[in-house]
C-alpha cells in the first residue's frame, strides 16, 4: 500500500509582527507545496528521504532519536514527531519531494508536519479530520519550536486565504474566488524569528509612544485588507501591501536585501510588495496580478524566487494499492 498526501506553504499576506500582540492577520496557501509518500517496508525501520534537501536518515520511534549523517536535519525532527501522533512504529518508508525552500519563512516545517500526519494516519486506516489534522499538526509545532501561532498549520491543512482574529479568538477562511498570483523572493539567509520577535518588543519598549501606534496602524492595515480582498480591489490590496513594508520597516524587522527586492519587485511592475513572515532574512512577497514574468526576470540573477498563486486547496490524501 502506497499513500501520498500534500499541503500547501503559506505565505503571509498582512499582520505579521503585529499578530504576536494580539492583531489580526491574512495569510494565503501557495500552491507550492510539501508532498509525502508513505508505503510499505519489510525491515521494520522508519526510513525518510528528502531527496531535494539530500537528507535522508531513520526514526528510531522507541529512543525518540534521530539516525543520519546529514548536517540539517532538522525537518526529521517534524517528521518523528508527526508519525509518533498516529503510527505505531513499524517499518514505513517516508519519500519527501518539496517544491519551497526550507526556512524561507513560507511555513515548510507546518507543510511537511500536515502532509505527514494526513499521510501516515491514512496508511493506517485512520480517517482524520481536517480539524484533527490541524489540531495534531499545532501541538507538533509547538512540541519542535516551543511557541507557534497556528496559522501555519491551520493554512496548510484547509488552503485558501486565512483571517486570524484579534487575539487569535477565531480562524475564519475568507472566501475569495480571484487568483492572487504573487513572485515570493526568498534571501539565503533565515531570519531568526525569535531573536527578530524579541528586536521588536525591545523597539517597543523603548519608544512605546512610537511604536504601539506602529503596531496599532498594522492592525488597521490589515482589516482594510481584509475588505480589500473581499471586494478584490487590486489596486488598494497593493497599497496596503506597500504601507504594511513601511510599517515593518518601522519595527526594524528589513534587511538591505530584503528592502533591494521589495523595491525591485516594485519597479517591475508588482503592484504592491512586502516582507513576509519574520524578516531579517527569509522572503519577500510580490503582488503580481499583470506583469508577473517581468518581476519575476528582476530576480533572475539570484535564482531565489518562485511565482505561486493561491491554493484554494488544503490537505489532499490519495492512496494507492
Ligand atoms: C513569523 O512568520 C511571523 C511572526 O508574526 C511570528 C508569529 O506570528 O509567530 C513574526
Redesign the pocket.
Known amino acids: 500500500m502506497q499513500v501520498i498526501a500534500s499541503a500547501p506553504a503559506k505565505a503571509?499576506l498582512f499582520g505579521?509582527?503585529a499578530?504576536?500582540y494580539g492583531k489580526p492577520a491574512i495569510a494565503m496557501a501557495l500552491n507550492k507545496k510539501a508532498h509525502v509518500k508513505v508505503s510499505d517496508n519489510s525491515n521494520n525501520k522508519i526510513y525518510v528521504n528528502v531527496d531535494k534537501l539530500k537528507l535522508s536518515g531513520y526514526l528510531d520511534f522507541k529512543n525518540n532519536n534521530i539516525l543520519s549523517d546529514s548536517p540539517k536535519k532538522g525537518i526529521l525532527k517534524y517528521i518523528l514527531a508527526s508519525i509518533k501522533k498516529v503510527h505505531d512504529g513499524s517499518g514505513l518508508d517516508i519519500y519527501i519531494d518539496l517544491d519551497i525552500p526550507i526556512g524561507g519563512?513560507l511555513g515548510s516545517s507546518a507543510a511537511v508536519t500536515v502532509a505527514t500526519i494526513a499521510a501516515v494516519s491514512k496508511y493506517n486506516n485512520m480517517d482524520l479530520k481536517k480539524e484533527e489534522i490541524a489540531k495534531y499538526s499545532h501541538e507538533v509545532e509547538l512540541e519542535i519550536q516551543k511557541a507557534?501561532?497556528p496559522?501555519d498549520t491551520t493554512v496548510s491543512t484547509y488552503g485558501g486565504l486565512i483571517y486570524l482574529e484579534k487575539d487569535a479568538k477565531d480562524i475564519v477562511q475568507l472566501n475569495v474566488n480571484q487568483d492572487i498570483p504573487v513572485v515570493i523572493g526568498y534571501t539565503n539567509s533565515r531570519g531568526n524569528?525569535g531573536k527578530?520577535?524579541e528586536a521588536v518588543r525591545i523597539r517597543k519598549n523603548s519608544y512605546p509612544e512610537i511604536i504601539n501606534p506602529v503596531i496599532d496602524s498594522i492592525e488597521t492595515v490589515t482589516l482594510n485588507a481584509k475588505d480589500a480582498i473581499i471586494t478584490n480591489d487590486k489596486k488598494r490590496i497593493g497599497e496596503l501591501m506597500n504601507i504594511n513594508h513601511g510599517l515593518l520597516d518601522a519595527l526594524g524587522v528589513n534587511t538591505k536585501e530584503l528592502s533591494n527586492m521589495v523595491y525591485n519587485a516594485r519597479n517591475a511592475g508588482a503592484i504592491g510588495s512586502k516582507i513576509t513572515?519574520?524578516g531579517g532574512g527569509g522572503s519577500i512577497i510580490a503582488y503580481c496580478p499583470e506583469g508577473l514574468e517581468k518581476v519575476i526576470s528582476v530576480f533572475k540573477e539570484t535564482d531565489r524566487a518562485l511565482k505561486a498563486d493561491i491554493s484554494k486547496e488544503g490537505v489532499k490524501v490519495t492512496v494507492s494499492e
Do not use: N, P
Open positions: 503571509i505579521e509582527h499578530v504576536v519563512g507557534a501561532s496559522l524569528t527578530l520577535i513572515g519574520a
